[in-house]
């Protein structure tokens, strides 16, 4: 008995992990949409993007969204890059520290007045 059922979580496993995906495929869809709307609107060029164009947009979203949803945006931003065969941008210093900087800033929310 205990055998038919591992079996059976087995094989729906694929289906677990088919609609994780697709999951985070449309959040990455919607965090490029999100960031390429915000670069066309002030006239800069989603891809590739400059170190210091996308830790303006890091800091253009941090009264926006928590700081978890900024590094899943910032990951899907550095995906497409990819995916198009360009560098990184996510690890440039310059977007670290815009990333170190907003973490704390982000956790020191609280102590505000």
Not at 23 to 46: D, I, V
Not at 48 to 69: G, V
Request: proline content about 5%; some cysteine; overall charge positive.
């Amino acid at each position: 008995m205990w055998f038919v059922q591992t079996l059976e979580k087995v094989f729906c496993l694929p289906e677990l992990f088919w609609d994780n995906h697709l999951m985070r495929m449309r959040t990455h869809g919607k965090s490029w949409n999100e960031y390429t709307r915000w670069c066309q609107a002030r006239g800069l060029r989603p891809i590739p993007t400059h170190a210091w164009t996308l830790a303006a947009f890091i800091r253009w979203c941090e009264p926006r969204h928590d700081y978890a949803t900024i590094v899943a945006i910032t990951k899907a931003i550095a995906r497409m890059h990819l995916i198009a065969g360009h560098s990184d941008p996510e690890r440039h210093p310059t977007v670290k520290r815009t990333l170190a900087m907003t973490e704390r800033s982000i956790s020191n929310r609280h102590n505000r007045s």
